[in-house]
């Protein structure tokens, strides 16, 4: 579809081929609305062949100008191929073609995803992301990114996914892949002259798995008899009565203490994703505790099954938001929802509501194209009192002048509180920010980006301001990439709280973190054994997000000890990720590559200095540098380093060194004991830290292939013994 979010007259708009070989769409003032952005002096033509794709040729070279396969919409048809450029959007309802809020695409990694891009979240839901890749029978390491559905009813994925349709092999059929506005990707198939199209496969079977069934704030069931049903939660209404995408908005005061709380059951109800964090062997008590203590906890799921983990054992997770909730008999555990104490005495129970679709909700777009007559003498005559009217008003344009400017600064705050809205981000003023921070006065980071300085807000909230040093990008660019990295959410990564985007300063507002960087702790005593591998784990499980689970393809290209900060608990969590892009979009190069060099020395991997295609497999390779140097407690760079045997170790990096230990020890060994960071003395477990140092010399291989996914990285690390 062309321009399905607006789309043309009816009745007056047309389809035309130029003489240049230029395919254009006009609507019916003669504007133009979509172009294919071809051009050919050989003569061409528009076909559209039996396959169902739409052709423009040239007639006698016959080298393809642009077609319709390369543009899919919803739908795959046979032998359409799906790349690593396709994208299928759902539509908005079964009545409205308007873009929705699930798509299907190959993820960086490779692997053929499902994705719901809501207006606030995004998250991807299959395959189920309780599984890893392989669990999934998925592989990313084929790098082809290709798929298609065969003339059969085969369809085959370079991530080894595969389905037959239930009427395979069966000749005469007609076939299309379709992402239906409810999120299910859907084989279906009818007969050539018949009418009536028949699912003859699909992804869900079970619909209230689909993320963002229901919206927010809601609960979705299903029924075998009728199908899906969707109930706002206890003290919530629909959003929009028309519409359950958009979920449910609340009726009371959030605002209530912890001392006017109360925790209201919901039996074998799930609210997937958005957690604060992950509790094993908590009760009830102690999960209620946790989310009492913080504000923003909306509730949490306590739940007795959990993949790769002992069975009856209660798992606590408390929740930030309350998305993708669903009953299911199958479910092991409960949500439980906090709500203020008053609320006891109301009627308690999930109420089911069916949607109105009254005529009212139907509204006809007044379209009103004038045609002009006017002669070309009138338009002479216009011009030339314009022209006169121009000359006598100069001796004032220079007032009108201020007054439009004027009139530009209200505009701009109205486009600024329009993204307010959209993103839930403070726009704070430069004024408001230097003040926060004393003038800038007291630093607490620097890095190539900017400087980070510590500042106090309004609201006594203490916060890291980072100053950009680059202005030299567009307001509206800074917004757009900051509502990207926005909706970024993981307890593994910064909390970005607000932007200022005033004239040519460019600051964005982080949560402040207690420890600072572990660049700086590196050395202290309080990083323990236990301490260090759960900052190991808890940055690859961020930058695992960053890579694979998050709508956007975010390669953090700077992974060191700087950018990982550390918050009261040492909890890890990665900054600056993504926030290259912000003033350097310029730098892409496609989907694959950089025009420059990016990182710091000593953390970079192979592939920048030898000009090879970049992947997130750099940020892999850094990442094995920075859990060798926790390690260890040496900088990447070991130039003039004094061995435990007393002699110099000169110009050697700090990877060659530990290969170079484990390749003296003998087989009997712990050869880890030799490169041990003498700040842990003994207290560590050896087995356990050269299990990790073998993960992290795998992570830094000289070639990209053999090194792991971050979430594979992930399963090795947790494969160890218990960390808590």
């Avoid at 039996?50 to 390369?70: A, C, H, M, P």
């Avoid at 450029?85 to 908005?92: H, K």
């Avoid at 946790?290 to 959990?306: A, E, T």
């Amino acid at each position: 579809m062309a321009n399905r979010d607006i789309p043309v007259n009816g009745e007056r708009s047309k389809l035309s081929l130029q003489k240049t070989a230029n395919l254009i769409l006009t609507d019916a003032d003669n504007s133009i609305i979509w172009s294919s952005n071809t051009f050919s002096l050989s003569p061409s033509s528009l076909n559209l062949y039996d396959n169902g794709n739409l052709v423009l040729i040239t007639t006698k070279e016959r080298v393809i100008l642009w077609q319709s396969f390369d543009s899919p919409t919803d739908t795959l048809l046979p032998l359409q191929p799906c790349t690593g450029n396709s994208i299928l959007v759902s539509s908005r309802s079964s009545t409205n073609f308007s873009s929705g809020f699930h798509e299907l695409s190959f993820g960086n990694d490779n692997i053929l995803r499902l994705v719901y891009d809501g207006p606030e979240v995004s998250s991807a839901f299959w395959p189920s992301p309780g599984l890893l890749s392989r669990e999934a029978g998925r592989s990313a390491y084929n790098s082809s990114r290709f798929a298609s559905l065969d003339l059969s009813g085969k369809f085959t994925s370079s991530d080894n996914f595969s389905f037959l349709s239930s009427d395979y092999g069966v000749q005469n059929i007609q076939r299309r892949l379709t992402l239906d506005f409810d999120g299910n990707l859907r084989l279906y198939s009818r007969e050539n002259g018949n009418s009536k199209w028949v699912i003859s496969w699909q992804v869900f079977a079970q619909p209230c798995e689909i993320h963002g069934a229901c919206g927010p704030n809601s609960v979705c069931k299903y029924d075998p008899s009728f199908g899906r049903n969707c109930s706002c939660l206890p003290g919530f209404k629909m959003k929009n009565v028309s519409d359950w995408s958009l979920g449910c908005e609340s009726e009371i005061d959030d605002s209530f203490g912890a001392s006017n709380a109360s925790f209201l059951t919901f039996a074998r109800v799930e609210m997937y994703g958005y957690d604060l964090g992950y509790f094993e062997n908590h009760t009830y008590d102690m999960c209620k505790e946790i989310c009492l203590k913080r504000s923003d906890c909306k509730g949490f799921v306590l739940q007795y099954v959990l993949k790769n983990r002992p069975d009856n054992i209660p798992y606590c997770f408390p929740k930030t938001q309350l998305l993708n909730g669903y009953r299911s008999p199958n479910f092991r555990g409960n949500f439980y929802m906090k709500v203020p104490e008053t609320m006891r005495s109301h009627d308690l129970s999930l109420k089911e509501q069916s949607l109105e679709c009254s005529n009212g909700a139907v509204e006809n777009l007044e379209r009103r194209y004038v045609k002009s007559t006017e002669s070309w003498l009138q338009k002479l005559l216009i011009w030339f009192v314009s022209a006169i009217g121009l000359i006598e008003i100069l001796a004032i344009v220079l007032v009108w002048i201020f007054l439009i400017r004027t009139q530009q600064k209200k505009d701009s705050t109205i486009s600024q509180d329009y993204f307010l809205a959209a993103t839930g981000f403070r726009r704070f003023t430069y004024t408001e920010l230097k003040k926060a921070t004393r003038n800038f006065n007291e630093e607490i980071g620097k890095g190539a980006t900017g400087i980070v300085y510590k500042g106090i807000l309004a609201d006594k909230r203490v916060a890291a301001i980072k100053r950009l040093n680059d202005t030299s990008q567009s307001e509206g660019e800074f917004l757009a990439e900051v509502s990207t990295v926005g909706k970024l959410n993981h307890m593994n990564l910064i909390e970005m709280w607000g932007y200022c985007a005033e004239e040519k300063h460019r600051l964005l507002v982080y949560e402040y973190m207690e420890n600072g960087s572990l660049a700086n702790k590196l050395s202290s005593k309080n990083l323990d054994w236990k301490t260090r591998l759960k900052i190991a784990v808890g940055t690859a499980k961020g930058l695992a997000y960053l890579h694979e689970e998050c709508l956007e393809w975010v390669i953090h290209c700077d992974v060191k000890p700087h950018n990982i900060l550390l918050d009261s608990n040492y909890q890890p969590k990665v900054s600056d990720f993504g926030l290259s892009r912000l003033f350097s979009r310029d730098d892409l190069i496609g989907n694959l590559g950089f025009s420059r060099v990016r990182g710091t020395r000593g953390y970079m991997a192979p592939e920048w200095i030898f000009n090879l295609p970049i992947t997130s497999k750099v940020d892999v390779y850094s990442y094995g540098i920075v859990v060798l140097e926790m390690i260890t407690g040496r900088s990447p760079s070991m130039a003039s380093y004094g061995d435990n045997g007393g002699e110099e170790v000169e110009n050697m990096r700090l990877v060659e060194w530990v290969m170079e230990k484990r390749r003296r020890a003998s087989e009997t060994s712990i050869w880890v004991k030799e490169i041990v960071d003498p700040v842990l003395g003994v207290n560590y477990d050896a087995k356990r830290m050269e299990s990790l140092t073998r993960v992290a010399l795998k992570c830094v291989e000289e070639s990209r292939d053999g090194r792991p996914t971050m979430s594979q990285v992930v399963e090795m690390i947790l494969q160890l013994e218990s960390y808590n």
